[in-house]
């Protein structure tokens, strides 16, 4: 899953508007910014599966993540995200706030279950592995997770408090909103149905990736201000 994964910052931005929307952008894309980061330092690994492109599916990736993948590890990277917020912010962090921060964190694990292959793990030494295989169905995911988006988008757009819409309520600004919208949908669509250029994941789609989880962040986050 790709786009998908900003959804649950859109919808929790309606239940605890004081929280910053890039960093509801960020806990839910931080779980696959830490694999790549940890790829970079060859902790974890992801490599190009021919038989994975030869099939169509997206992502075409055989995938060794079991820290940053995990359930217990991306509940250890919320609760880590979660008390970096309330120590560094300049306000008292509500309770409230504090969960939504996490949760969109875990929400990560979630929606990883019905689309990735079976690659993800509730603990890094689990010997199975789980997942229902959307990413083999090219066409259905850029669907399911682009009407995803675009929903989460319209919650957003439309119950958070006019106070965190000011980037693309304001005049001048509406065509902020559709800059984000086409942005995310090419990136999908490139994660659908575009082709590896290079069997170099290390040093070329690790970086790759990673700068698009930092783009979205600081993109989606402008809609607030």
């Known amino acids: 899953m790709w786009i998908g994964h900003v959804a649950a910052g859109l919808v929790a931005k309606v239940f605890a508007p004081g929280v910053p ?15 790549f980061i940890l790829s970079l330092f060859g902790v974890e ?7 994975f492109a030869r099939r ?3 992502f075409p990736y055989a995938t060794d993540y079991p820290y940053s993948h995990s359930l217990v590890g ?15 912010s300049d306000r008292n962090v509500k309770a409230k706030e504090a969960a ?20 993800i793990k509730l603990h890094p030494t689990e010997q199975s592995a789980h997942g229902a295989s959307l990413l083999d169905y090219s066409v259905a995911d850029f669907i399911i997770e682009g009407a995803l988006f675009l929903w989460a988008l319209w919650v957003y757009a439309t119950y958070a408090p006019l106070a965190t819409k000011v980037g693309f309520k304001g005049a001048g600004q509406r065509s902020r909103l559709w800059l984000v919208v086409s942005f995310l949908l090419f990136q999908q669509a490139q994660f659908c149905f575009g082709r590896t250029p290079t069997d170099e994941v290390r040093w070329v789609h690790a970086p790759l ?10 993109l989606i986050g402008r809609l607030e201000f």
């Open 45 to 51: 690994s992801f490599q190009v599966q021919e038989e």
């Open 74 to 88: 991306i509940a250890v990277i919320g609760i880590a995200l979660t008390a970096a917020y309330i120590l560094l």
């Open 21 to 35: 929307l890039w960093l509801f952008i960020l806990a839910g894309l931080l779980p696959d910014a830490i694999f």
């Open 100 to 119: 939504a921060v996490f949760s969109v964190a875990l929400s990560h694990f979630f929606l990883e279950l019905p689309s990735h292959r079976p690659d």
């Open 209 to 218: 990736y990673l700068s698009q989880i930092l783009v979205n962040c600081m």
């Open 56 to 58: 169509g599916g997206c």
